[in-house]
């Protein structure tokens, strides 16, 4: 497979509707001077998520961006996993919001489900955030990364950062939930950030093999 690189100053399609997303990757990217349009904006239909995985639905969206656009494209398919739930929502986690998007709903959702199983204490609310990207080209090239954080759940939920399950969840070793952080606390330790280093370091510092 031949090299590739994004290169800085270049155009990028964040392949996504999901304001918060979009939101979050473009503060990721602005160090890097990447001129970045979200699908949503250039209409760009989502492709149904029929994959088994973070990564396989990543590179999914990603790649129908790219080829929609004919620019490369970044996607993001990230959730919540539970332990107690066996790991739901997972890669279900945004349609625990409904078709409304309502995120009020999925937490509470959760917390039912939790309340069900008896997870009363912090040790038995254990959960983690998954997030893995795939930057994708319109020739179907792709490169893949993962990242991930471990806390426990809250409830209620706290703060009015952030946006899907935020406010419900407590990383390890904090006091605060990623919904009470600043964006740049959160940045500094999320899920999303460890995957993004990981693609800095193989498509934008050195070239990817």
Request: glycine share 10%.
């Amino acid at each position: 497979m031949r090299a590739r690189v994004l290169e800085r100053g270049g155009r990028l399609v964040v392949a996504s509707h999901n304001e918060g997303k979009v939101r979050e990757i473009r503060e990721l990217l602005a160090p890097w001077g990447i001129d970045t349009v979200s699908a949503g904006e250039l209409g760009l239909d989502e492709p149904e998520e029929t994959e088994a995985s973070f990564a396989g639905n990543a590179r999914l969206k990603a790649l129908a961006a790219a080829r929609g656009a004919k620019l490369p494209a970044l996607a993001d398919d990230s959730g919540l996993a539970v332990d107690a739930l066996g790991g739901d929502p997972g890669i279900h986690s945004a349609r625990w919001a409904g078709p409304a998007k309502d995120f009020a709903v999925a937490m509470a959702r959760v917390e039912d489900a939790l309340e069900t199983a008896g997870a009363t204490t912090p040790e038995t609310r254990r959960a983690h955030f998954v997030c893995a990207l795939c930057l994708a080209w319109p020739d179907g090239h792709s490169e893949s990364f993962e990242g991930k954080v471990f806390g426990t759940l809250v409830w209620p939920p706290r703060g009015n950062h952030g946006f899907g399950y935020d406010p419900m969840f407590l990383p390890a070793g904090r006091d605060r939930t990623f919904g009470e952080m600043a964006p740049a606390a959160k940045h500094a330790m999320s899920h999303r950030a460890a995957a993004f280093a990981a693609m800095v370091e193989a498509c934008l510092e050195r070239r990817c093999a």
